[in-house]
C-alpha cells in the first residue's frame, strides 16, 4: 500500500491524550515492577507527564521544540528499558533451552535455533542499552548546554560523557555559569556509576565494543564458550576483548600446549555467564540513569524561570535531515 491509496482528506487523527492530569498507567506500572528506576519516573512526574503546554520558562522557545522534544527522549528511555526487560527474559529462557551434552544423554528436549536466539536477542539488549544511554545524553545536552564538551543537541552520544567523566572537573573557571553546580554534581553522580573499579571496572567499555563489533560484523565475531558445572549444568561466556581468534590456540597431537583451558577461560572471557550478565548490565545501566534523572529532576526545578537558550534550537535544527525517498518500485 502507498500512502496515495489512503484516505488522506481526514478532519484528525488518533493519538495518546496531549493533555494529562496524571500519571499514564503504564508509567505507574512499570515503577511499581522496577522496569524504570525512580529518578526517571520523578523526573516525568516533574515534567507534569509531559502534558501538552506544560512546559517551564527555560524549555518554551517559540518553535514550540525542546519541551516536546525532552518529552519525546523520555518516553523512548521509558521504552527502551521496556524492551530492554523483555530481551532479558528472551536470553534467559533461550539459554534454558539451548544444546547441552547432558540433555541429549538424557533424552531431555532442546531447541537447535535456541542459541542462536540468545546471541540474537543479546545483541538488541547491547543496541537498546547504548541507544538508552545515548537518549539520556541527549536530555543532557539540552538542559546543560554548552557545559560539558562536544555534547551538542541533536548529536549527543554518551561517549562524550564518558570522556567528560574520565576528565576531572576544572574548578577554577573564570567564568562561573549558574549551572555549574549541578553540572558538578553530575559529574560526581555519574562518576560512581561509570568510573569503576575491582571487577566491574571498564563495563562500559566493553558494553560499546560489543556494540560497535556487533553492528558492523556481525553476531559470529564473538566467541562463546560454554562450561559445565559439577551438576552438568552448562553456562555460556562471552569475551572480553576483540579479537578472539580460538584456532590460533588449538594443538593437534604432538604438538606442544602452551596454556590451559582455565587459563584461556579466566584471560579471556567475562567471568560471569550471559544470562547473570544480560543481567548485571540492565541493573547497572539503570543506576546511572537514576543517578542522572536525579540531577536532572533538580535541574528542572532550577532551571524553571530562566530564559530558553535559542542556541539549543538552533544546534538541533543544524542538525536536522530529510531526504526525497518516497517508494521502492520492487517489493516482491
Known amino acids: 500500500m502507498k500512502l496515495d491509496g489512503c484516505d488522506l482528506d481526514i478532519k484528525g487523527v488518533v493519538m495518546r491524550p496531549l493533555i494529562k492530569t496524571e500519571p499514564e498507567k503504564e508509567w505507574v506500572e512499570a515503577e511499581k515492577a522496577g522496569i524504570i528506576p525512580p529518578a526517571l519516573y520523578r523526573f516525568y512526574s516533574t515534567a507534569a507527564y509531559f502534558s501538552f503546554r506544560s512546559s517551564p520558562v527555560f524549555l518554551s522557545d517559540p518553535d514550540r521544540m525542546l519541551f516536546p522534544y525532552i518529552g519525546t527522549l523520555t518516553r523512548g528511555i521509558f521504552e527502551s528499558l521496556g524492551e530492554a526487560d523483555e530481551l532479558i527474559q528472551e536470553i534467559r529462557t533461550a539459554h534454558e533451552n539451548t544444546y547441552t551434552p547432558v540433555k541429549k544423554a538424557k533424552g531431555r528436549a532442546w531447541d537447535p535455533k535456541a542459541g542462536e536466539r540468545t546471541l540474537r536477542s543479546f545483541k538488541h539488549l547491547v543496541v537498546t542499552l547504548i541507544g538508552t544511554l545515548d537518549q539520556f545524553s541527549e536530555v543532557v545536552a539540552v538542559f546543560f548546554y554548552g ?30 555559569s549558574p549551572r555549574l553546580a549541578l553540572v558538578e554534581k553530575l559529574h560526581s553522580r555519574l562518576s560512581l556509576e561509570i568510573v569503576k573499579e575491582g571487577p566491574e571496572k571498564e563495563w562500559l567499555e566493553l558494553l560499546l565494543l560489543y556494540r560497535n563489533k556487533f553492528a558492523h560484523l556481525g553476531n559470529a565475531m564473538f566467541l562463546k564458550m560454554a562450561f559445565p558445572t559439577k551438576e552438568g549444568d552448562f553456562f555460556t561466556f562471552l569475551p572480553n576483548r576483540w579479537p578472539l581468534i580460538f584456532e590460533k590456540d588449538v594443538t593437534t597431537p604432538g604438538e606442544r600446549s602452551e596454556g590451559s583451558i582455565r587459563g584461556f577461560a579466566e584471560d579471556n572471557l567475562v567471568h560471569q555467564d550471559m544470562v547473570e550478565y544480560s543481567q548485571g548490565l540492565l541493573i547497572q545501566l539503570k543506576q546511572v540513569l537514576d543517578n542522572g534523572f536525579e540531577v536532572l529532576c533538580e535541574a528542572y526545578q532550577a532551571f524553571k524561570e530562566f530564559d530558553v537558550n535559542p542556541g539549543i534550537v538552533g544546534s538541533i535544527k543544524k542538525q536536522s535531515k530529510a531526504y526525497e525517498f518516497r517508494y521502492f518500485e520492487r517489493t516482491s
Open 147 to 176: 557545559e560539558i564538551p562536544n555534547l551538542t543537541p541533536g548529536r549527543a552520544s554518551f561517549e562524550e560523557i564518558r570522556r567528560f567523566l574520565a576528565t576531572p572537573l576544572d574548578k577554577e573557571k573564570t567564568i562561573v
